[in-house]
Protein backbone atom coordinates (compact mmCIF):
# COMPACT_ATOMS: atom_id res chain seq x y z
CA UNK A 1 0.00 0.00 0.00
CA UNK A 2 1.47 3.72 -1.25
CA UNK A 3 1.10 6.02 1.53
CA UNK A 4 0.18 9.32 0.56
CA UNK A 5 1.72 12.25 1.62
CA UNK A 6 0.10 14.34 4.45
CA UNK A 7 -0.09 18.08 5.01
CA UNK A 8 -0.49 20.11 7.60
CA UNK A 9 -0.58 24.07 6.93
CA UNK A 10 -1.31 26.39 9.66
CA UNK A 11 -0.29 30.35 10.44
CA UNK A 12 2.05 31.14 13.48
CA UNK A 13 -0.11 33.69 15.84
CA UNK A 14 2.52 35.81 18.71
CA UNK A 15 1.62 33.15 21.44
CA UNK A 16 4.50 30.42 19.28
CA UNK A 17 7.08 33.40 19.75
CA UNK A 18 10.02 32.60 21.57
CA UNK A 19 12.49 35.32 20.63
CA UNK A 20 13.08 38.92 19.94
CA UNK A 21 12.02 39.80 16.41
CA UNK A 22 8.93 37.42 16.98
CA UNK A 23 10.93 34.67 16.43
CA UNK A 24 9.30 30.93 16.81
CA UNK A 25 11.47 28.42 18.38
CA UNK A 26 12.63 25.80 15.88
CA UNK A 27 10.95 22.70 18.01
CA UNK A 28 7.35 24.08 16.96
CA UNK A 29 8.47 22.51 12.96
CA UNK A 30 9.07 19.34 14.65
CA UNK A 31 6.15 19.67 16.58
CA UNK A 32 4.32 19.82 13.14
CA UNK A 33 6.60 17.27 11.75
CA UNK A 34 4.96 14.97 14.94
CA UNK A 35 1.53 15.30 13.54
CA UNK A 36 2.15 15.07 10.18
CA UNK A 37 3.76 11.27 11.21
CA UNK A 38 0.81 10.83 12.61
CA UNK A 39 -1.52 11.32 9.69
CA UNK A 40 0.55 9.33 7.97
CA UNK A 41 0.60 6.19 10.17
CA UNK A 42 -2.88 6.36 10.33
CA UNK A 43 -3.21 6.50 6.94
CA UNK A 44 -0.60 3.45 6.21
CA UNK A 45 -1.25 1.19 9.17
CA UNK A 46 -4.69 2.61 10.90
CA UNK A 47 -2.65 3.21 14.27
CA UNK A 48 -0.82 6.51 15.62
CA UNK A 49 2.34 4.94 16.49
CA UNK A 50 5.01 6.00 17.78
CA UNK A 51 7.87 8.65 17.17
CA UNK A 52 11.49 6.82 18.02
CA UNK A 53 14.23 8.94 16.47
CA UNK A 54 14.76 11.91 14.00
CA UNK A 55 18.09 10.81 11.88
CA UNK A 56 18.59 14.69 11.05
CA UNK A 57 17.11 17.96 11.28
CA UNK A 58 18.08 21.42 9.21
CA UNK A 59 16.67 24.48 10.51
CA UNK A 60 17.22 26.72 7.45
CA UNK A 61 15.03 30.06 7.53
CA UNK A 62 13.87 31.90 10.25
CA UNK A 63 9.67 31.48 11.25
CA UNK A 64 8.26 34.62 12.75
CA UNK A 65 4.46 35.72 13.58
CA UNK A 66 2.40 35.95 10.96
CA UNK A 67 3.83 33.40 8.58
CA UNK A 68 2.07 30.66 7.31
CA UNK A 69 3.46 26.88 7.39
CA UNK A 70 2.93 24.29 5.24
CA UNK A 71 4.66 21.04 6.18
CA UNK A 72 4.56 18.06 4.42
CA UNK A 73 5.79 14.33 4.95
CA UNK A 74 5.62 10.72 2.74
CA UNK A 75 7.17 7.82 4.19
CA UNK A 76 9.93 6.34 2.19
CA UNK A 77 10.77 3.20 3.50
CA UNK A 78 8.65 0.48 5.67
CA UNK A 79 10.01 -2.35 7.38
CA UNK A 80 8.31 -4.95 9.51
CA UNK A 81 7.20 -2.57 12.30
CA UNK A 82 9.13 1.17 11.30
CA UNK A 83 8.42 3.14 8.87
CA UNK A 84 10.80 6.02 7.58
CA UNK A 85 9.69 9.60 7.01
CA UNK A 86 11.13 12.93 5.14
CA UNK A 87 9.53 15.96 6.19
CA UNK A 88 10.17 19.54 4.86
CA UNK A 89 8.19 22.80 5.89
CA UNK A 90 7.94 26.03 3.82
CA UNK A 91 6.83 29.72 4.60
CA UNK A 92 4.02 29.91 1.94
CA UNK A 93 2.82 33.72 3.36
CA UNK A 94 4.31 36.41 5.11
CA UNK A 95 3.94 39.83 6.26
CA UNK A 96 5.69 42.20 4.56
CA UNK A 97 6.91 44.48 7.25
CA UNK A 98 5.32 47.62 6.34
CA UNK A 99 5.06 50.12 9.27
CA UNK A 100 2.47 52.00 7.86
CA UNK A 101 0.06 48.65 7.87
CA UNK A 102 1.97 45.73 10.07
CA UNK A 103 -0.48 43.17 8.75
CA UNK A 104 0.08 43.42 5.07
CA UNK A 105 0.91 40.42 3.78
CA UNK A 106 2.23 38.66 0.94
CA UNK A 107 1.40 34.80 -0.61
CA UNK A 108 5.31 34.12 -1.57
CA UNK A 109 5.40 32.98 -5.03
CA UNK A 110 8.59 30.35 -4.36
CA UNK A 111 7.76 29.07 -0.61
CA UNK A 112 10.79 29.40 1.37
CA UNK A 113 11.90 26.24 3.10
CA UNK A 114 12.68 26.71 6.43
CA UNK A 115 13.07 23.07 7.98
CA UNK A 116 13.93 19.58 6.42
CA UNK A 117 14.40 16.55 8.37
CA UNK A 118 13.99 12.86 8.16
CA UNK A 119 13.28 10.48 11.11
CA UNK A 120 11.68 7.20 12.05
CA UNK A 121 8.51 5.71 13.70
CA UNK A 122 7.05 2.62 14.67
CA UNK A 123 3.87 0.68 14.80
CA UNK A 124 3.69 -2.65 16.80
CA UNK A 125 2.42 -5.17 14.37
CA UNK A 126 -0.17 -6.38 16.67
CA UNK A 127 -1.49 -2.78 16.57
CA UNK A 128 -0.88 -2.92 12.58
CA UNK A 129 -4.29 -2.66 10.29
CA UNK A 130 -4.52 -6.11 9.00
Excluded: W
Aim: proline share 5%; aromatic share 6%; with cysteine.
Amino acid sequence: MNAPEAMIRMRIGMEQVHYAGDLVDGAMMLKLFGDVATELLIRHDGDEGLFRAYDSVEFLAPVQAGDYIEATGTITHVGRSSRKMEFVAKKVIRLTGNPDNPAEAEVLDEPIIVCRASGTCVVPVERQRA
